[in-house]
């Protein structure tokens, strides 16, 4: 059975969530929440940011209030509460973010491209992605790699990864310890431990260096146990094909 | 106390041109049906409020009702951009659009300083961002037991807000239950409150996790059936994700909208 790029994506994605709770936003990371809850990890428990914990959808909702994430939920909190109670003190292991734009520290803008009063394209804004950035225990972010995307400088700094490098997340007081994993349709990037900068430990099979380093607008660095993306085994491949969409 | 009246009556009412007007409603009982009811009063030069500005906000500031806007992620959520949003911020069309761009996190909380009759509220936010650059409503306080510098957002209390509840009884007491948003705050926050329903009834059963609020902290009550579409009503009707597919089609050209507008304005 043949994976898609997105399906290959996806898998990685739901294979790195292996218990405990996580916070979900829509498409990507909540096919991967739901694949990973109906595989490996049945106990996972999903949070919606419009307030749904403990949500157990048997359709994946196309919006992050669809009916079926309250109705199926342990229990349902207001917005306040959400951000205040549950996320600020940082109750939640791992979220998921997209991004517009991405630097090498992890930096993500979903605000502008270009300058903010006199925005290129104007972007949704912000939602809860900088306080999720600031307090979830890890953030895993996924992301189409190119050069548009994969920038040097971020053009509005939404959410901080890395700040401007190591011990910036400490100065600023962040409690959680930011993006670990950003899942492309190339490979997987993660910071390392020393400078901070996302380098690529893993590539898709069929992905050269030369594809990753093309769709990177810095200098692109590998890691020195470079490897090679597990494919989706067909039971992972027919539970994600086997997810009803709404 | 709640006076029951139809939606064009509470809108002439208590909405003034100029007015900050606030919807709430986080993807559920969002109040589609009173931004139209705004668009055909001719209320205008409004600062519109929303969390998530939705179809709802998109039809207004497309209209041409919308001076400014106060929000945390202006998208439609699983079909792509905001398009009426977007050309005003891009392009001025129709007009210009002034923004006060937050988090959830930060303008949740700048309802919570307005309901709780506070100046500001403290959070852990914004920190490291570009976003305090660009706005004046973002600070930074010193907590005086600890010494450790917070974020301190500005109170917000809207002239108006406009909510979609499950039913009110005959006395205007509302009560809405499953994802509850930010609705209660908003309420509490602003000096007054419009509130369309789905249904009058006798008697408001509880439900689990609902949330009540009385006849005498709102403005008025409008019975508008349908009046959240395509957003939807827990235990009345589900989210037409069709609907929000359509309006993305719909608003994507001014020629478009406009025909959409003219058939709002002429109903």
Known sequence: MDATLDELMTVTAARALTGGTCFVGIGKPSLAANLARRLHAPDLVLIYESGPIGSKPTVIPMSIGDGELATSADFVVGVAEMFNYWLQPGRFQVAFLGAAQIDRFANINTTVVGPYQAPITRLPGAGGAPEIAASCGEVMVIVQQTRRAFVERVDFRTSVGFGDGPGHRERLGLRGRGPQRVITDLGVLQPDPATCELVMTALHPGVTREQATAATGWELRFADDLQTTPLPTALELTTLRGLPLG | ?267
């Not at chain 2, 809108?11 to 041109?17: A, M, P």
């Not at chain 2, 939705?54 to 699983?78: E, K, M, P």
């Not at chain 2, 059963?205 to 019975?223: E, K, M, N, Q, T």
């Open chain 2, 1 to 267: 106390m709640a006076e029951l009246v139809s939606l064009a009556e509470a809108v002439h009412r208590h909405v003034r041109d100029g007015d900050t007007v606030a919807i709430e409603g986080f993807t559920h009982l969002i109040p589609t049906a009173a931004g139209a009811a705004l668009i055909r009063s001719g209320r205008t030069d409004l600062h519109l409020v929303k969390m998530t500005p939705d179809v709802v906000c998109d039809q207004l500031i497309g209209a041409g009702c919308a001076r400014a806007l106060t929000f945390g992620w202006g998208g439609n959520a699983g079909v792509g951009s905001l398009h009426r949003f977007r050309d005003a911020v891009e392009n001025g069309w129709p007009r210009p659009l002034a923004l006060d761009e937050h988090s959830h996190a930060g303008l949740v909380n700048r309802y919570v300083a307005g309901a709780s009759g506070l100046p500001f509220a403290v959070m852990r936010g914004y920190v490291g961002t570009d976003l305090p650059a660009h706005n004046p409503t973002i600070s930074k306080v010193t907590c005086p037991f600890t010494g450790e510098e917070l974020t301190a957002v500005a109170a917000l209390n809207p002239d108006v807000a406009f909510i979609h509840a499950q039913r009110a009884d005959r006395a205007g007491n509302v009560q809405l239950w499953g994802i509850v948003g930010a609705q209660k705050e908003v309420v509490l926050a602003a000096r007054r409150s419009i509130v369309t329903v789905e249904e009058v009834v006798d008697t408001l059963d509880r439900r689990p996790g609902d949330v009540i609020l009385p006849s005498w902290v709102l403005s008025a009550v409008a019975v508008v059936p349908g009046g959240a579409r395509p957003s939807y009503a827990a235990g009345y009707y589900e989210r037409d994700n069709d609907g929000y597919r359509a309006w993305g089609e719909t608003s994507k050209t001014r020629e478009s909208f406009t025909a959409w507008l003219d058939g709002v304005r002429s109903s």
